[in-house]
């Protein structure tokens, strides 16, 4: 039997690499390890405790037990926005570093080539979703796009834990290969509800959703989760002596000491 353990994840990439010459591929390597390393001192995020696998322009990291989420979601992706606005600074704009990112909380156990889990699975379907992708491509001058997954928005964002604004980010479906659920994306310097995303990415919700795409609290439920929506009965019609009737009053009622029902 494997160890379990829950781990605070982050994932980045670049995008357009593959379209960039070798000079430029080696800057953006070089760059996004400078980055992420100053970033993390910046949000008190001890980098070299970390558990990296790298590739290219990509980097998967597993940050250790008790690194401060809020940290990572507010802090350092501010420093790291900063840093590839300054990167970018007097560059082509095919030149210009911009990254995806995605945090994460959930299981994620050392395995023989890497992590094993659930969490290690679901950031990268993020990271990689279309959405996030399309998110940064319909913001030509934003430098970062940001996917936060059910769990850390509503553990972190929602309770209010960082100086950012719900507001600022924007709840979407993602489905990528065997994953299917929510996320919630942010692109610094852009507002992200006016972005255009493709209807099929919004997933309107009442209340928070978790990682498998179960949303509480609202009259969505039914329509999205796969159970009855919970909708008022609408009043009654007169009835036949001996029917049963059902009065519903909107909003709460104050009657002490009052009959509700009919008399026969």
Request: charged share 20%.
């Amino acid at each position: 039997m494997g160890t379990f353990g829950r781990r605070l994840l982050l994932a980045v990439d670049a995008r357009g690499y593959g379209r960039v010459d070798v000079l430029t591929q080696r800057q953006f390597q070089e760059a996004i390890q400078l980055l992420l390393g100053e970033s993390a001192a910046a949000a008190g995020l001890a980098r070299e405790r970390w558990e990296t696998q790298v590739g290219g322009d990509s980097v998967f990291a597993v940050l250790p037990e008790g690194a401060s989420e809020p940290d990572l979601v507010d802090t350092f992706m501010r420093h790291l926005d900063a840093g590839l606005r300054a990167f970018n600074h007097g560059r082509l704009p095919e030149a210009r570093l911009r990254l995806r990112a995605a945090v994460h909380f959930g299981t994620a156990s050392p395995a023989a080539n890497g992590f094993e889990g659930r969490a290690p699975v679901e950031i990268g379907r993020m990271l990689d979703s279309a959405v996030l992708k399309s998110a940064l491509a319909a913001a030509p001058d934003a430098c970062l796009a940001l996917a936060v997954s059910s769990t850390v928005f509503n553990d972190v964002i929602r309770e209010a834990y960082t100086t950012i604004r719900v507001q600022e980010f924007r709840e979407v479906r993602i489905a990528e290969k065997e994953y299917a659920g929510r996320a919630w994306i942010r692109v610094p310097g852009y507002d992200v509800h006016a972005l255009e995303l493709g209807g099929a990415a919004d997933a309107p919700s009442v209340g928070g959703a978790d990682d498998s795409g179960v949303v509480g609290g609202g009259a969505d439920d039914g329509a999205d989760g796969g159970g009855e929506a919970s909708v008022a009965r609408p009043p009654s019609a007169p009835t036949a002596p001996g029917d049963r009737v059902v009065q519903v009053f909107p909003g709460t009622i104050h009657a002490p000491g009052a009959v509700f029902g009919i008399s026969k």
